[in-house]
């Protein structure tokens, strides 16, 4: 089974990483975000070494982003930043392994990641890949 694993964070999340952390927010340094980044790129070579490892990609920040939806029958582009308690998608990962459980060790490991010791803000969902339509669960 594929799951959907989804990392989300906000505009003053990628501000606090690149050094400009709100009042508050916490205090990413350099070392903070080198260590992230090699905890990651090992997460990452463990999943493609289990083969359970589809693919993963890292978004830029909410301010590069745009949004379109419907209002009052209008299709409406909004271009970010975005209200900066906006959680928005951060990263993914499609990973395919045996169960929910197995799933939701690899999204342990995510949360595990290394930072400032005041960061608690991680959020992380799981959602299995429906392959077809058939397998939408309405």
């Known amino acids: 089974m594929k799951y959907l694993i989804l990392a989300y964070g906000s505009q ?7 050094g400009r952390p709100a009042d508050g927010a916490p205090q990413w340094t350099p070392q903070d975000f080198e ?5 990651m790129e090992q997460l990452n070579a463990d999943l493609a070494e289990s083969g359970e490892l589809v693919e993963t990609r890292g978004l830029t920040a909410p301010v590069h982003a745009r949004r379109v939806h419907l209002r009052n029958g209008e299709i409406v582009a909004t271009d970010g930043p ?27 490991r995510l949360m595990q990641v290394p930072g400032p010791a005041d960061y608690a803000d991680a959020v992380i969902d799981i959602r299995p890949i429906a392959e077809s339509r058939h397998e939408m669960d309405l």
Do not use: H, N, P
Request: net charge negative.
């Open 12 to 18: 003053r999340d990628y501000d606090a990483m690149a």
């Open 82 to 108: 975005y209200a900066e308690t906006q959680e928005v998608l951060a990263g993914y990962w499609v990973v395919e392994c045996d169960s929910y459980d197995r799933a939701t060790a690899i999204a342990t």
């Open 35 to 39: 260590a992230m980044g090699k905890y």
